[in-house]
């Protein structure tokens, strides 16, 4: 095994001794405190960087990383001990460059230098190129020493110059592709090196200048056959090293500055102490304990497995608590003969208590693997994110510092209490911090953050690569992936889960069963089943029974009048049946949606209230109309919801009858899972018709053309009626290894070329959870402050205390219980204001920037970009600023009604031959 980390930092080179006139040379200045010495922010780095491997685990990861990379070398021992300590120094050398004169002049404002005319940097006063530099003389110099053979040599200088990027870039938003052709590649700046040789004298190196250059000619040379030995068998490997590497070195920098910049004279008051994870057992246990006390849980482990498995097909309230307890039992009982694997499914039915069973996951897992010690939930969509946050924070007893939710709309999190003093959200500079790291132990985030994270050359998302060792990753709604990107998916998923230590548990309803693709992997992935009898459970009559699929409209209603009609003869016969209706409909497109809201109103219709819910509706509106179907679940109210697809985003809502445009199977089936949500009404129907063409919208997906291509209207019933969602998968996934086999140019190993060759942009670009470009409209209208609630006489706050607190700070206040838009785009305007004028780092402006952010989304809805629509929009009825289109005209009243009202959204009628989603 190599040397550890502790060793091998306490072995590194130090400046304090090494550095001539080491006393000399600041890091950094600070308004109203003594300089920071480079030797002091230089052990401040590594400190921390100790702190993070110890905290997550690290020293096994990296080792397993490296001893992986170099077990088919020749010398293997004496190369994964060296690239062990490439690894280390990184950290140790990420600021020699730091020496510059310039840098010390114009920088530190350092009167003991004055500039070397003769060194030639771009930027002059920069120290990541010289940082660089003075990295690869060092290392290089070693490598001649080393008795290895000649290929080894190379294969650990190619290793030398690929890691030497984290240095190179720590102070730039992106790790680049480091091809010899690529314009960030080291052939370009090879000549400023040679400007450079007397800084490693500094450091009592000895630099020959003649032969670093043909050192440098050489790597260069080989550097794609090297780039192929190196990556050869398994590309994850090096890739993965470098971005845990830069991961590492950008947040020790990052919590060390910062404890500088923010602390007095001299004082600790910004150290970061606390990690965000589950270090105390003790109060794990107490956690571990809560969860399995809530509710009907006590009885689930009270009587362990003990309970014998049967599925009662008889229908009632008894047989589905009873069918509940008994997926829980299953899982606990899978789980104790498999806590050691890595990789677990859980296919559960709607209404069989999906979430429950992922905490009995986690807890289980979390007490039987010491080493876990975090858990990340994944999630597609910001509502299932704000319901789970809810359900984990009371089932498991969660303290504030101990579970964030991350997300657009999410608000700022504090973990100290307000203060006028100290400022709105108590002590900023950890609480920026703790957001900025998520340093919490339990974290929610979207599947587009937590993919970044896995793929990305971007230095922000990167931060909190380190943190996923060791962890719990819970992905939910597996199916709402494009199948574009499973192969990726389940590479990336297979490859942390070895390498990282990480158990991932995919669930859904509808679950694809990704490990059976091909995608090239030494072993296939072994997934275990949390619930072997899935099938069993979703079939049951208590879950399958709950919504019966209706085909009968599909054929012979194809207008919208034909359409208002069928809903209306439907819902007055539930209501005859049952007393009163709660009827769902969804639309592909807005503009059907709307459309069908003005023909239903021609008509007499049985309806109390019609709501229309659509994605250009804001947040807040969102909630009132969610909470008001929740206030009526125990009235005799007939409602009818007219929606697009965003209802099937995990809005928790239980209706009587549901209606459809078919598109995607998995999304007919997350419509019914809106309908009879708690299996207590009998069955329920959902009627799918066709009116819009789902072809518009859906073309591209595999699912869709595998539907149209391979499924009969037979088979397509089928699978809706026995939730049989394999036939359409098997379909999906063979397609995919098809066109793997075929050496298209995007497919799994043009991907995997990428990552052995580290085209850090191009293995961002070409995994895209969304691949669509969005624009975001900022409507400047007045919203509540607050709602009612879900129940009678309950508010619920749509601006928190700490954000209403943050406003008043501006002089924004709410008027008559509404808060203006435009007053909060003034904000945002002087914040962007205030960050171009800033001359040093300042948190409070970023802090301020991340309050405004869930702020600014309460007034916000997004849009795919459609170019006319762009161009329309902005032509008649707003500008483009700030990232933003900001609706100017949002009351102008030129078409039918005004362009946008709040309780219906955008009027799609100001915007011709344009199909709103």
């Known amino acids: 095994m190599p040397k550890t980390i502790k060793e091998t930092l306490d072995s590194a080179p130090n400046t304090a001794t090494i550095l001539q006139n080491a006393p000399l040379y600041w890091a950094h200045i600070h308004p109203t405190h003594k300089e920071e010495l480079l030797t002091t922010h230089i052990l401040l780095v590594n400190y921390y960087f100790k702190e993070l491997v110890t905290a997550h685990g690290l020293e096994k990861v990296i080792d397993n990383l490296i001893l992986d990379i170099v077990k088919d070398w020749e010398s293997s021992a004496i190369a994964g001990d060296f690239l062990k300590q490439l690894f280390v120094h990184i950290i140790v050398f990420h600021d020699f460059g730091k020496i510059n ?42 490598i001649k020493e080393l008795e290895i053979p000649q290929q080894t040599r190379e294969n650990l200088s190619y290793c030398t110059l690929q890691l030497g990027i984290s240095i190179l870039r720590h102070h730039s938003s992106i790790l680049p592709d480091t091809a010899p052709d690529d ?27 003649y032969q670093l250059k043909k050192d440098l000619d050489e790597i260069l040379l080989k550097w794609k056959p090297t780039a192929t030995k190196v990556g050869s068998g398994n590309p994850f490997k090096l890739f993965a090293l470098v971005k845990l590497n830069f991961s590492l070195l950008t947040a020790s920098d990052y919590l060390a500055t910062h404890e500088y910049m923010n602390s007095s004279q001299g004082g600790k008051e910004a150290a970061t102490t606390a990690f965000g994870v589950f270090d105390k057992r003790g109060r794990l246990s107490e956690i571990i ?10 009885k689930t482990f009270s009587s362990g497995s003990d309970l014998p498995f049967v599925f009662p097909e008889e229908k009632s309230n008894d047989n589905l608590k009873r069918l ?9 009982s899978t789980l104790k003969a498999h806590w050691g694997k890595r990789l677990f499914y859980l296919e559960a039915p709607t209404g069989g208590g999906k979430t429950n069973l992922s905490v009995i996951t986690v807890t289980t897992l979390l007490e039987k693997n010491l080493e876990l010690n975090k858990v990340f939930y994944v999630f597609p969509f910001t509502t299932l994110i704000t319901q789970t946050h809810q359900f984990l924070k009371k089932s498991m007893g969660l303290e504030e510092g101990e579970i964030i939710a991350i997300h ?27 957001n900025l790291f998520a340093l919490y132990p339990l974290t929610l985030l979207s599947h587009v953050s937590f993919f970044d994270i896995l793929k990305t050359n971007r230095k922000e998302s990167n931060y909190l690569l380190h943190r996923l060792a060791n962890s719990i990753v819970i992905i939910d709604e597996i199916q709402s992936y494009t199948p574009d990107i499973w192969d990726k998916m389940l590479y990336f998923i297979s490859q942390y889960a070895t390498y990282f230590n990480i158990r991932f548990v995919l669930m859904s309803a509808t679950l694809p069963k990704i490990s059976s693709l091909s995608v090239g992997l030494e072993t296939q992935p072994d997934f275990v089943d949390l619930l072997p009898n899935a099938r069993k459970y979703i079939t049951n009559p208590n879950f399958a029974d709950r919504v019966r699929f209706n085909f009968e409209l599909l054929n012979k209603v194809t207008t919208l009048p034909a359409l208002a009609a069928a809903v209306i003869e439907k819902s007055e016969l539930y209501i005859q049946q049952k007393g009163s209706v709660k009827t769902i409909i969804e639309f592909i497109f807005k503009n059907s949606a709307a459309e069908f809201l003005r023909e239903i109103n021609t008509m007499q219709h049985p309806f109390d209230k019609i709501l229309i819910l659509s994605g250009t509706v804001l947040e807040p509106r969102r909630r009132e109309i969610i909470n008001f179907i929740k206030r009526s679940a125990n009235t005799k109210s007939n409602i009818l919801l007219i929606t697009t697809q965003v209802v099937e985003a995990g809005v928790d809502i239980d209706m009587d009858l549901g209606f459809k445009n078919t598109s995607l199977l998995d999304s007919d089936e997350q419509l019914a899972g809106r309908v009879n ?21 859906y073309n591209s997906d595999i699912r ?16 809706l009626k026995e939730k049989g969602f394999r036939y359409l998968y098997e379909e999906v996934l063979e397609f995919i290894d098809e066109s793997n086999n075929h050496g298209y140019i995007d497919d799994l190993d043009a991907y995997k070329f990428s990552l052995s060759h580290l085209h850090f942009i191009k293995a961002n ?17 007045k919203i509540p402050i607050s709602i009612e609630g879900e129940e009678t006489g309950i508010e619920e706050a749509i601006f928190s205390s700490g954000e209403l607190s943050f406003l008043k700070q501006f002089e924004v206040y709410p008027d008559n219980n509404m808060m203006d838009g435009a007053a909060v785009w003034g904000v945002y305007e002087l914040l962007v204001q205030q960050k171009k004028k800033q001359k040093n780092f300042d948190i409070s402006i970023l802090q301020n920037f991340k309050i405004l952010q869930s702020i600014l989304s309460k007034y916000t809805f997004s849009l795919i970009y459609h170019a006319n629509q762009h161009k329309n929009m902005l032509k008649q009825f707003g500008d483009e600023k700030l990232g933003y289109i900001y609706l100017t005209h949002w009351d102008d009243e030129r078409t039918e009604g005004k362009i946008y009202e709040y309780v219906h959204g955008l009027n799609s009628k100001a915007f011709s031959d344009v199909n709103f989603i």
């Open 677 to 697: 949500r708690n299996a207590m009404k009998g069955c329920c129907e959902v009627y799918l018709f066709n009116v819009d063409n789902a072809g518009l919208l």
């Open 101 to 142: 004169e310039a840098f010390q002049v114009k920088r530190m404002k350092n009167k003991h230098f004055s500039p070397n005319q003769e060194t030639v940097m771009d930027p002059p006063h920069g120290h990541s190129l010289l940082g660089t530099f003075i990295y690869l003389c060092y290392h290089f110099n070693q």
């Open 704 to 719: 869709y053309r595998q539907t149209k291509e391979k499924i009969n209207h037979d088979t397509y019933q089928r699978i």
């Open 324 to 332: 509940r307890q008994q997926m829980a039992q299953e899982v606990l």
């Open 183 to 209: 314009p960030y590649s080291y052939r370009q700046i090879q000549n400023i090196f040679t400007s450079l040789t007397k800084y490693p004298d500094q450091y009592m190196m000895q630099i020959n200048e």
């Open 289 to 298: 304990k809560d969860f399995r006390q809530f509710e009907y849980n006590a």
């Open 408 to 434: 657009s709309k999410a608000e700022f999190q504090s973990g100290s209490q307000q203060n006028e003093k100290e400022g709105f959200y108590g002590d900023e500079y950890k609480d920026y911090i703790n």
């Open 765 to 781: 670009e070409k995994f895209k959870i969304i691949d669509q470009q969005n624009i975001s409209v900022f409507v400047p209208l």
